[in-house]
């Protein structure tokens, strides 16, 4: 049974560009969620999504976007990078209608913007 | 907001050494609380969970348990190895939301 997987693994883009991260949720997962953990900090909440809609969304600008596709698979996409943006990318995701869920992290994608 | 306060690291222990992390917590309603594990370059790794007042969550002899009357989750081991240094993280999870609030890592470090 595959967890979560994430791709890339590690990137480095330019100030100003802009990027695209993917996501695969674990297996029976419907839910996708986004975190951005920085360098020494906790992770800290992007946006979810839910029946291919942003449920939720943390204290992020609209710079951040994202998408699920009809199979659960999800993208995130950061427009015009800033330094501040080099982060640990972390997807997580979960089965919507479990109490007490269980959310699954995947190994992450490294984003180093110069 | 809900939040999550974790003691400060390093924590520096000797093998087989008894450990013990505080987390506390602020939430409305009654929350689902985790510990996390990074291990150096990873993601994270759920630990252990516990998902109503006075469960006891267990794995790989850590444990930790819900005490809503003091609103902690402390995360404790009898006898640590040199393998359990990693960063863990104190998490709570809302009543109704499935959003994670992480409190910002204890790095341990266990010494031969």
């Known amino acids: 049974d595959a967890g979560v997987t994430q791709s890339p693994t590690h990137l480095i883009k330019t100030r100003g560009q802009q990027v695209t991260l993917r996501c695969s949720p674990k297996?029976?997962?419907?839910?996708v969620s986004w975190y951005q953990q920085a360098l020494g900090q906790g992770p800290q909440f992007i946006f979810q999504?839910?029946?291919?809609?942003?449920?939720q969304r943390g204290n992020f600008p609209d710079r951040f976007s994202g998408h699920q596709f009809p199979n659960y698979s999800s993208e995130l996409n950061v427009n015009a990078l800033l330094l501040g943006d080099s982060a640990l990318y972390l997807c997580?995701?979960?089965?919507?209608?479990?109490?007490?869920?269980?959310?699954?992290f995947g190994e992450g994608s490294w984003l180093t913007v110069v | 907001g809900d939040s999550v306060t974790q003691m400060e690291g390093p924590v520096t222990l000797s093998e087989e050494a008894f450990l013990t992390i505080n987390c506390t917590y602020t939430?409305?309603?009654?929350?689902?609380l985790f510990w996390y594990v990074q291990y150096p370059g990873e993601g994270l790794q759920l630990l252990l969970k516990?998902?109503?007042?006075?469960d006891k969550g267990s794995n790989k002899g850590f444990e930790a348990t819900y005490r809503k009357e003091t609103t902690s989750f402390h995360l404790e081991k009898g006898s640590v190895q040199v393998s359990d240094s990693a960063v863990y993280f104190c998490?709570?999870?809302?009543?109704?939301?499935?959003?994670?609030?992480f409190g910002t890592g204890t790095r341990l470090l266990v010494s031969p």
């Open positions: 999504y839910y029946e291919e809609e942003e449920r």
């Open positions: 297996s029976g997962h419907d839910t």
């Open positions: 516990a998902t109503k007042a006075d």
């Open positions: 998490a709570l999870l809302s009543q109704g939301f499935q959003k994670l609030v």
């Open positions: 939430a409305t309603g009654y929350p689902s």
């Open positions: 997580a995701s979960s089965y919507y209608y479990s109490s007490g869920n269980t959310i699954y």
